[in-house]
């Protein structure tokens, strides 16, 4: 079956190409029971079988039209990249599906890569290029339900149809800030809205947010949370804070007045006698100083109790626990861990084998070269230097047998050292 696949592999590359072939062979030699297999594969038949591959192609583009609710008159030029675009067959159906002649201006391989460098250069601390507009958004509507004790119209108040808080298109990064009334820990559940747009085997859930430490009001009401729901550039939903709002009541400081200047002159006190010891008359209507003195105290509590209180947001932080649907155990991520450190012990272990090997190599070349007619000729003997390089030559020979391939480090370190305990360093 392997080699079947492999050749029908090849007729349909050569087929889906931009060649005048029309009608290609497909030959298998000794394919089953000694026998050989002939037969021919043309153009035709390999549209007809790919046809409800290219229908499945063109579905994007009408989703991608349909969204952008732009029309074909509208749109002056089309540019494909990719190395799928390179078949006739697909460019011929996205020609068909917009009446215009797709362009090749870019490079179809490279396009998608160097995009993809630059956007990573933009958003990475690390580089420091120039900024280009490059909006995302996400493909799928997402949906929020939540629990908790409160209901009616005071449950939640946010700024989206029903439960969907970020539709279809929505551009990335984007934040919502969602307002519930709660006196108990309460959950979040994110899924996407549109289950049948996901792609076949893809759960609709997202995730589950657990919000806690709710503390109680003054006047044993339901608090006021405020959670604060972020889409982050990579389109990955998260719960980024929460907070219990409180108002509090608050008096405002009371200003103090400045006292009056002394006056140089004695002014006598009301309520001073006369010099002569006769007691004063006072006035017809007028309080006397007892009772004006209890009249001064009460006019400023009086102030200050109708003087109106200022207002206070006091915020608290709550606790959230988050359990997104695809995330891995723990065990399952300390086993990858330690997955990827053996894979990089690996890679270690098999570059020091490639570099003591290239050092070995390395040396056969130069010393043969230099023993042979270079500046070390003339510091060995006849004998010497046709037995040293006979011995370069043996080792370089044994390079390529397969006991080379199957040494490990030390072995190439030891023949190394042999060679350079005639040679030198």
């Known amino acids: 079956p392997l080699r079947m696949l492999a050749a029908i592999d090849k007729v349909k590359q050569q087929l889906s190409g931009y060649s ?56 002056h030029e089309i540019e494909v990249v990719g190395s799928a675009t390179r078949s006739p067959l697909v460019v011929n159906a996205i020609q068909e599906f917009f009446g215009k002649e797709p362009k090749r201006t870019m490079n179809s391989e490279e396009a998608v890569s160097k995009g993809c460098a630059l956007m990573a250069a933009m958003i990475s601390p690390n ?8 909006q995302d ?17 005071d449950a939640m108040d946010v700024e989206a149809k029903a439960n969907e808080v970020f539709v279809r298109h929505n551009i990335l990064p984007s934040v919502k800030m969602l307002t519930f009334m709660r006196t108990q820990p309460f959950d979040i559940g994110a899924v996407y809205n549109q289950p049948e747009t996901l792609a076949k085997g893809t759960t609709a859930d997202i995730g589950n ?32 804070s929460a907070q219990a709002v409180e108002e509090v009541e608050e008096e ?24 002569d010891g006769a007691q004063p008359e006072e006035p017809a209507g007028q309080p006397n100083g007892a009772e004006a003195a209890k009249e001064a105290a009460a006019e400023p509590a009086a102030a200050a109790a109708d003087q109106p209180k200022k207002k206070k947001l006091k915020k608290h932080d709550l606790a ?23 894979m990089s012990v690996q890679d270690r272990q098999i570059r020091e084998l490639q570099d003591r090997k290239n ?28 037995a040293f390089l006979q011995k370069l030559e043996d080792m370089e020979n044994w390079l390529y047998e397969e006991e080379a391939e199957t040494a490990n480090k030390s072995t190439f370190i030891a023949k190394l ?9």
Do not use: H
Request: glycine content about 6%; some cysteine; proline content about 8%.
């Open 20 to 75: 005048t072939y029309t009608k290609l062979p497909v030959n298998i030699e000794c394919l089953q029971e000694d026998r050989d297999f002939a037969s021919y594969l043309d153009t035709d038949t390999l549209t007809e079988v790919v046809k409800p591959l290219l229908e499945r192609a063109v579905e994007p583009l009408k989703q991608v039209v349909a969204d952008s609710k732009l029309t074909f008159d509208s749109i």
């Open 137 to 153: 958004s996400t493909p799928y509507s997402i949906a929020l339900a939540w629990s908790g004790t409160a209901s009616g119209e």
């Open 320 to 342: 959230i626990k988050s359990a997104p649907r695809f995330a891995l155990g723990s065990a399952q991520v300390e086993t990858l861990k330690n997955l990827e450190f053996e």
């Open 127 to 134: 580089f420091r290029v120039r900024d280009f507009q490059v």
């Open 417 to 425: 050292n042999e060679l350079k305990v005639i040679g030198g360093p």
């Open 252 to 275: 405002e400081p009371e200003k103090k007045e400045e006292p009056a200047a002394e006056k140089k002159d004695d002014t006598p006190m009301p309520d001073a006698p006369p010099a």
């Open 209 to 240: 947010f657990t919000i806690s430490g709710i503390p109680p009001m003054a006047d044993g009401s339901p608090a006021k949370v405020k959670v604060k729901v972020r889409l982050d550039i990579n389109g990955v939903l998260g719960v980024d």
């Open 359 to 386: 050092d070995l190599e390395s040396y056969i070349y130069s010393m043969r070269d230099r023993c042979g007619g270079g500046n070390l000729q003339a510091y060995f003997t006849e004998g010497d230097r046709s």
